[in-house]
């Protein structure tokens, strides 16, 4: 855990702006549940990212941490080009389990729209499990407060 | 309840079968995991349809059923061009509220891909929420067993 | 060109019904229009299974196919819950070329909604073009007429 | 036409920057192709909004402007994690069609991912085809030197 961090362990949000796209939305005229899930993606993305560790050198590195579990509750809808922030957090981290929680928040009035998790194992790139590689271990941990 | 179902209520499960479309998967090989939540709404659609309510002519008479909390937990990965059968399952209504589950199962070797539940509100067609109507709780309540 | 074959070459419609999924549709009420690449992809991948050489083994075999130019006319919208034909056929083939055309058809009212066509090139697995390896070739001009 | 406009008219183009998504990636490890027509209406979309006529407000005013016709070329491959400027220009527009030309550029390295056009007929919210409203003929002509 280091000294510098401005924000306690396990508290840093990544908070990330998207529009919602026209394909998104469903004939209920709002965004169809299941893209959600790929909002929450973007957001433990730039999470990642900010933690300086990008998601895709992580996979040329072959080490991949697919999702072994996701939930989401909708709250309230989202439209068509409303800007919404993708608030994500770091929940939780052992040797083999990466856990991320989720907010989505229209930008225009703050209103929650939805709340949800995903939990990660992580693979070689041949798909079979394996402990979490140490460095990305004591990254999480740093972050996470393990 | 009905005397004539072969089935206990509550125990109807709708399989149907869908093969793995190029877009699903990803660049790590699989289905990418949104994907599983689409397949559970096929799933409950048909479970509809079989009910003798099918969700389109729902809608059109002026009642949703939107998505309010979805779960999945990902056990193993669906491939391109696999064959998956979609099981669902009524597993509990309330005055406002109906669940499903489901079990997308691999079709060439029986091996369970995933699990997972959807619950539902029911809502005019300008979203505001309502009691499920008589008829659609009547037919929920036989076949899920209130 | 075989002389068993009942169809003229380059004349063998494969013909593939699907079902509206309700994420396909947007807030217009209608099929998103990227979507209709997406069913030409199933039509192709169908006429390919006909042919005895799927493509999903073709990539195994380390080929792909990969689109190059793809173009679609809309005629007429695709509702929720619709089935539709999507019919594909092989329309040209040169030694690095293929092309296929598609019509979707509403089954209902059999209206025409859409036609278009893709054009592919063949790659190896590291998206190198190379020329149509010969048993494709040969099984791509026996039906489309070289 | 107007005199204040630094670039002639008809070649005002809006660029707009969008990051490669995981799920947009199919299992060739490389963007699927459907997804280059849901750029393409992003960069229509800021388009519109830089031009003072945001295509949200234009369908709550009643009138859509539904895609009859796409196409596109693809060049070279767009990958997981790319940033991508997706430039949209105003190519034609008539009392009936718009339609609209655009070109994928990743931003590390300029390279020309795909080339493409829409054209697109102007309905009301019924979806019956209408001519283009006088206000938004008039920005069109304005832009793309009718």
Redesign the interface.
């Known amino acids: 855990m280091t000294i510098e961090r401005a924000v306690p362990a396990g508290m840093r949000i990544c908070s990330t702006s998207l529009r919602v796209?026209?394909?998104e939305?469903?004939?209920?005229?709002?965004v169809?549940?299941?893209?959600f899930?790929?909002w929450f993606?973007?957001g433990r993305?730039e999470w990642m990212r900010e933690a300086g560790c990008?998601?895709?050198e992580l996979?040329q590195g072959g080490i991949?941490m697919?999702?072994?579990?996701?939930?989401?509750?909708?709250l309230s809808?989202a439209r068509?080009?409303d800007v919404v922030a993708v608030e994500a957090r770091l929940e939780e981290v052992t040797r083999v389990i990466v856990r991320f929680g989720y907010r989505i928040v229209r930008q225009a009035d703050g209103k929650l729209l939805a709340t949800g998790f995903t939990r990660h194992a992580a693979t070689d790139s041949a798909?079979v499990p394996r402990r979490l590689p140490r460095q990305l271990a004591s990254l999480f941990s740093s972050e996470g407060g393990a």
Chains 1, 2, 3, 4 share one sequence.
């Open positions: 796209r026209y394909p939305t469903d004939r209920m005229g709002v169809h549940h299941t893209h899930l790929a993606e973007i993305t990008s998601y895709a996979e991949s697919p999702v072994i579990e996701a939930s989401c509750r909708y809808p068509y080009d798909g």
